[in-house]
T-cell receptor, first 112, second 118 residues
Framework: EDKVVQSPLSLVVHEGDTVTLNCSYE??????LLWYKQEKKAPTFLFML????IEKKSGRLSSILDKKELFSILNITATQTGDSAIYLC????????????FGTGTRLKVLA | GAVVSQHPSWVICKSGTSVKIECRSL??????MFWYRQFPKQSLMLMAT?????????EQGVEKDKFLINHASLTLSTLTVTSAHPEDSSFYIC??????????????FGPGTRLTVL
């Protein structure tokens, strides 16, 4: 059975800290791995990763994929209170039909 | 990026009534849309894949007669929760793929609909 697991489930840090969020997966017909940030409503897109070892970077956020070990990490440096959100990892797969399999999510809270 | 809207944003209804939720892609055509359900403090659970002009594909454990999906045009999919009961109360989110973009694996999410059944 396809599955995506995120860790930790929840994290509380102080502003300025660096955090690393983990996503491991076991899926057949892997296409890509995506990271989303969800605050109050719709998840917003952060990164899409398809190749191993190539870091994607956007400001203080960065992410990398390891297709051999089947995991990805999302790093946030110099965290701010506005980074508080649920971070969702999804794997796009064509097992059967095209779809996303979402991980459990990591709830991040950044304290001032 | 592409924009997806949902209507209504929230709805409160009595047990036994049916509720329709609309999902629209505003600036692109979406042959495929997805419907998710999210419980408090949990992740998104895929309910079904909505295909324009054909029947939806439901995930295991999702009752197709309970959650009716219609994808009548390239920009609109609807989810109808029939004979809603309190256990159907949840946050429902739709998404769509823009197959004309350079990144067809990116799904664009609507703002969600919070359904409360009394």
């Amino acid at each position: 059975e396809d599955k995506v697991v995120q860790s930790p489930l929840s994290l509380v840090v102080h502003e300025g800290d660096t955090v690393t969020l983990n996503c491991s997966y076991e899926v057949t017909n892997f296409r890509s791995l995506l990271w989303y940030k969800q605050e109050k409503k719709a998840p917003t897109f952060l990164f899409m990763l398809t190749s191993s070892g190539i870091e994607k970077k956007s400001g203080r956020l960065s992410s990398i994929l390891d297709k051999k070990e089947l995991f990805s990490i999302l790093n946030i440096t110099a965290t701010q209170t506005g980074d508080s959100a649920i971070y969702l990892c999804a794997v796009a797969t064509t097992s059967g039909t095209y779809k996303y399999i979402f991980g459990t999510g990591t709830r991040l809270k950044v304290l001032a | 990026g592409a924009v997806v809207s949902q209507h209504p944003s929230w709805v409160i209804c009595k047990s036994g009534t049916s509720v329709k939720i609309e999902c629209r892609s505003l600036d692109f055509q979406a042959t495929t849309m997805f419907w998710y359900r999210q419980f408090p403090k949990q992740s998104l659970m895929l309910m079904a894949t909505s295909n324009e002009g054909s029947k939806a594909t439901y995930e295991q454990g999702v009752e197709k007669d309970k959650f009716l999906i219609n994808h009548a045009s390239l920009t609109l999919s609807t989810l109808t929760v029939t004979s809603a009961h309190p256990e159907d109360s949840s946050f429902y989110i739709c998404s769509a793929r823009d197959l004309t973009s350079g990144s067809t694996d990116t799904q664009y999410f609507g703002p969600g609909t919070r359904l409360t059944v009394l």
